[in-house]
């Protein structure tokens, strides 16, 4: 629950507060919204299958944002636009992930009005 009122602060002081990001640094910030999208849809995700693990969360999202992080800084150095591969990467991963927060809702509604959904 405290996460919850955190992220709905986050998400109104993210809109009152005018914050401009250069754009030298767009393509990090970038990856850090798309790993932060996927970490919090993964761990919802976990909530619901009842296997989440704080710790395990956090330790993943931070490893996640250090290998987005380093692949930007290396397509840099290297010249080569391998950042909207991990766009496609990341979106992917959240949309997979969104699918099965939606699979997992609809099969927990039907096992309480007592249906038995097997293709699910």
Do not use: W
């Amino acid at each position: 629950m405290i996460a919850f009122f955190g992220l709905i602060l986050g998400i109104i002081l993210g809109i009152v507060i005018n914050v401009s990001i250069p754009s030298e640094y767009s393509m990090y910030f970038t990856i850090v919204m798309l790993v932060s999208l996927d970490s919090v849809f993964a761990s919802i995700k976990l909530i619901l299958k009842n296997n989440f693990d704080g710790f395990l969360s956090l330790i993943l999202f931070l490893g996640n944002v250090f290998i987005g992080i380093i692949f930007i800084i290396l397509s840099r150095k290297l010249g080569i636009d391998i950042q909207f591969a991990l766009y496609f990467v990341f979106a992917s991963r959240i949309i997979v992930n969104f699918s099965q927060i939606i699979n997992l809702l609809y099969n927990k509604v039907l096992n309480k009005r007592g249906v038995k959904n097997e293709k699910c």
